[in-house]
């Protein structure tokens, strides 16, 4: 899989900032991976009516890091979790010392 630089954002609307006039994601955000057709968690932009923005990477969408993510209200917390390493299945703890 892809690592989380490499995923770019796709959104349900857009805002265009004044200062530069570049689009910006807004809304609910999902990680997607330029060159198909689908976000990361399977949901089909098309369908979902999402909007590309290929320019904006997923660390840029994130509400931490300030900037283009201001109006992102939501993060699928799917993608979230796929950007992060983790999958689906896989547990995120391990037993160090197990019963006999």
């Not at 198909?36 to 098309?46: A, S, Y």
């Not at 320019?55 to 890091?65: I, Q």
């Not at 283009?68 to 917390?77: E, I, M, N, S, T």
């Amino acid at each position: 899989m892809a690592g989380e630089k490499d995923f770019a954002v796709a959104a349900s609307s857009e805002w265009t900032d004044d200062e530069d006039g570049v689009r910006l994601p807004a809304g609910e955000a999902h990680a997607w991976v330029p060159g198909q057709n689908q976000t990361v968690c399977g949901l089909p932009l098309r369908r979902a009516q999402l909007t590309r923005f290929p320019h904006v990477t997923w660390a840029d969408a994130l509400p931490e890091s300030g900037g283009g993510a201001d109006r992102v209200k939501r993060l699928c917390p799917r993608c979230r979790s796929a950007a992060a390493g983790r999958t689906a299945g896989r547990d995120s703890w391990r037993r160090v010392n197990p019963r006999p």
